[in-house]
């Protein structure tokens, strides 16, 4: 199958940056990381359908400017993890809402939103790191498009075993939200972390995660993505396990139009383990 066009990807790159507001302030490291991520993007332009690696999937609206309607399915079901004792962080089509969430404050653990990161900060090196290595051999644009341009996301450092688990609620509001959510997540050796998400997030989401496990640390994820039946997503988790590190995730998906989930896993030491499953509900 013969793949797209340079220039008709650099040409669906642009209409979709046009439209965009592009992030300018921050610190210096992470308008770092957004340049580097931009001048990757620039190189492989958004792909399309003819791409060998998009051959079953149609990344139309994905690529668009905007992102078609999408309204919210309500069902009046009882909301997943609520039986969880855990650190609810509360999104609302993309955008933290703290007045909703808990205090980003837990033993063991530092929160810091991408928007109020500071000069000095330990994600500096890493934001954007495992997204750039995740592009060999196949190339994920979307993935790019992310780290260039999202400000709103969470950057998660653990220093120990959290006591709790920290669940990401997603909440979608209006039918045309486009939203793109960064979240760096750094286990230091010997940490444990959980990480619960769930909800549709917005109309349209491009969402990042990326996972430094060290060594002898365990990160677990479970997910439920879903219901809106129009919602359109791509997801992206790239991930780092140093030696004896664990790494455990699962996703549920039910309904949306389109969703595409792609996974990195990269282990840089002996004794590392990933388990990595999921399940689909039309």
């Given at each position: 199958?013969?793949?797209?066009?340079?220039?008709q990807?650099?040409?669906?790159?642009?209409?979709?940056?046009?439209a965009?507001?592009?992030?300018?302030?921050?610190p210096v490291?992470?308008?770092?990381?957004?340049e580097?991520?931009?001048?990757?993007?620039?190189?492989?332009?958004?792909?399309?359908r003819?791409d060998?690696?998009?051959?079953?999937?149609d990344?139309a609206?994905?690529?668009a400017?905007?992102?078609?309607p999408?309204?919210?399915?309500?069902?009046g079901?009882?909301?997943v993890?609520?039986?969880?004792d855990?650190?609810r962080?509360v999104?609302?089509d993309g955008?933290l809402?703290p007045?909703?969430?808990?205090?980003?404050?837990?033993?063991?653990?530092?929160?810091t939103?991408?928007t109020?990161?500071?000069?000095?900060?330990?994600?500096?090196?890493?934001y954007?790191?495992?997204?750039?290595?995740?592009?060999?051999?196949?190339?994920?644009?979307?993935?790019?498009?992310?780290t260039?341009?999202?400000?709103?996301?969470?950057?998660?450092?653990?220093?120990?075993r959290?006591?709790?688990?920290?669940?990401l609620?997603?909440?979608?509001?209006e039918?045309?939200?486009?939203?793109?959510?960064h979240h760096?997540?750094?286990?230091?050796?010997?940490?444990?972390?959980?990480?619960?998400?769930n909800?549709p997030?917005s109309?349209?989401l491009?969402?990042?995660m990326?996972?430094d496990v060290?060594?002898?640390?365990?990160?677990?994820?479970v997910?439920?993505?879903?219901?809106?039946?129009?919602?359109?997503?791509?997801t992206?988790?790239?991930?780092?396990?140093?030696?004896?590190?664990?790494?455990?995730s699962?996703?549920?998906?039910a309904?949306g139009?389109i969703?595409?989930?792609?996974a990195?896993v990269?282990?840089t030491?002996?004794?590392?383990?990933?388990?990595?499953?999921?399940a689909a509900?039309?």
């Amino acid at each position: 199958m013969a793949a797209a066009a340079p220039q008709q990807r650099a040409d669906a790159l642009e209409a979709r940056l046009e439209a965009m507001s592009l992030p300018e302030s921050g610190p210096v490291w992470l308008r770092s990381a957004r340049e580097g991520a931009m001048a990757r993007l620039r190189a492989m332009g958004l792909p399309g359908r003819r791409d060998e690696y998009w051959r079953f999937t149609d990344p139309a609206r994905l690529n668009a400017p905007a992102p078609l309607p999408a309204p919210r399915f309500e069902i009046g079901e009882r909301p997943v993890f609520d039986i969880v004792d855990r650190l609810r962080l509360v999104f609302v089509d993309g955008v933290l809402e703290p007045r909703r969430s808990d205090p980003l404050a837990m033993e063991h653990v530092e929160i810091t939103p991408l928007t109020d990161a500071p000069d000095l900060h330990w994600a500096a090196g890493l934001y954007g790191a495992l997204e750039g290595a995740g592009q060999l051999p196949v190339a994920r644009p979307h993935a790019a498009l992310n780290t260039a341009v999202a400000v709103d996301g969470l950057l998660i450092r653990v220093t120990g075993r959290a006591p709790r688990p920290i669940s990401l609620i997603y909440h979608h509001a209006e039918d045309l939200s486009d939203a793109l959510l960064h979240h760096v997540i750094r286990l230091e050796p010997g940490a444990e972390l959980t990480i619960l998400e769930n909800g549709p997030v917005s109309a349209r989401l491009n969402k990042v995660m990326e996972v430094d496990v060290g060594a002898g640390a365990t990160f677990h994820h479970v997910r439920a993505q879903g219901r809106d039946h129009q919602r359109q997503a791509i997801t992206h988790v790239f991930a780092r396990l140093a030696e004896d590190s664990v790494f455990k995730s699962f996703t549920l998906t039910a309904n949306g139009a389109i969703t595409r989930n792609e996974a990195v896993v990269e282990f840089t030491g002996p004794g590392a383990s990933a388990h990595m499953a999921g399940a689909a509900v039309g």
